[in-house]
Structures are given as C-alpha cells and as structure tokens.
C-alpha cells in the first residue's frame, strides 16, 4: 500500500514509501530497477495511527524514524543518485493501478532538507502537546497536504488513541482513491529531503 510516491518513469530517479506485509519500506527506483533501502523493523498494528519520518542526506545516510524514534539507518545504498522525479502521488503508486492505500493519511509534508532529531519530535508531538504543525517549522516544507479539516488550525492530538476520531482523509483502495501531489521538481538533485507522513491502516498489507 503506498505512502507517498514520485514517480521514476520516463527516465527520472524514483522514491516511493509504503507498506508491505505490514512494514514500512522505501524504494528508490534507478532506471527501471528498484533498490529497498529499508523496512522498519517492527510489524505495524491495525487501527493504530502511526508517525513516520524518512529523510535522506545524498552522499551519506537514509534515516527511518517511527513514531518519535529512529529505528532504521542505511549509508550505503542509492545514496549518489540524483532522484529526478516528475510528478508525485499519495495512497497509489505513480505508476499502477495497484498498491493503493486502504486506511486514513494526515499531515503529509516534505522537506528539502533533513530535519533534525528535535524536528522530528515536534512532528511527532506528545500527549501534552499534541502532534506538531509541520508548517510551524522553519524553513517550511516544500510540500504540505494536511488532508484534515483540523490540520493547520488544531493539530492532532496524542497519544495514537485520541487522534481515531479527528477529520483525516480516508482513502478506499477499492475505489482506488488517491492524491495527485502535482510535480516533485524540488526533489530534483536535491542534496536532502525528509519526508513525513501520518497514517492509520485499516486492513493487512500483504505481499500483492
């Protein structure tokens, strides 16, 4: 089920995140050829909303952080790659009509840059603060999709129960609805980017 896709086709670089047989994983796509960078190490649970940050400085790391915590690091694959994507999607792969996510998607931002470990835990947020505006950060994201009617005004609240009856978007893989995100040209060449996403899976993402 994909996160967030941009697309690798028609000779550009690809980036994609999504889940598989409940993991979060991240692909970049070279030329037709897929390389996973990583899956988060632990199983994702039904019905529970989720916060993932993955980020990426070329020349050095990918970083996965679940939830506040950094749980996945990788320095040496796709890291000299130019990602020269052209277009961008939400809950569909930006090239099939398969993978379509299947659950709700809040506060999708990305960053042409790679945000701190103190950035990352103001997205994340905590049961006193509530989750974080990812246009309070500075600099903004360069791509921001609130998909909520409370997004920007009143963030989503914490701990992961609280945030189940909020306004998020609620994406139905079987009438393969998803976001067209426009173009992806601040990924061009870009030296770093982070992307970061709020999800809520309703059903099991198995190997398709």
């Not at 277009?87 to 090239?95: E, F, L, R, W």
Request: net charge negative.
């Amino acid at each position: 089920q994909m996160l967030f896709g941009g697309s690798g086709y028609s000779g550009g670089n690809g980036i994609g995140h999504y889940i598989h047989n409940n993991t979060v994983r991240t692909y970049v796509s070279v030329g037709g050829t897929a390389t996973e960078i990583f899956q988060s190490s632990a199983l994702l649970n039904i019905n529970t909303w989720t916060h993932i940050v993955i980020q990426r400085e070329k020349g050095t790391t990918w970083e996965m952080w679940v939830d506040g915590v950094l749980e996945e690091t990788n320095t040496s694959a796709r890291l000299t790659d130019d990602l020269t994507s052209t277009n961008s999607t939400i809950a569909k792969h930006y090239n099939s009509g398969l993978y379509n996510f299947d659950g709700e998607i809040s506060e999708a931002s990305i960053f042409d840059y790679s945000l701190s470990s103190t950035q990352v835990s103001t997205l994340y947020g905590s049961s006193s603060l509530g989750a974080g505006n990812p246009m309070a950060l500075k600099p903004q994201p360069v791509g921001y999709w609130p998909l909520a009617d409370n997004s920007a005004s009143n963030p989503l609240t914490q701990p992961n129960e609280a945030v189940e009856d909020a306004s998020v978007f609620d994406f139905d893989s079987a009438s393969s609805q998803f976001i067209n995100a426009g173009s992806t040209s601040y990924l061009n060449n870009a030296t770093q980017m982070s992307c970061s996403i709020w999800f809520n899976i309703d059903v099991a993402a198995q190997n398709d």
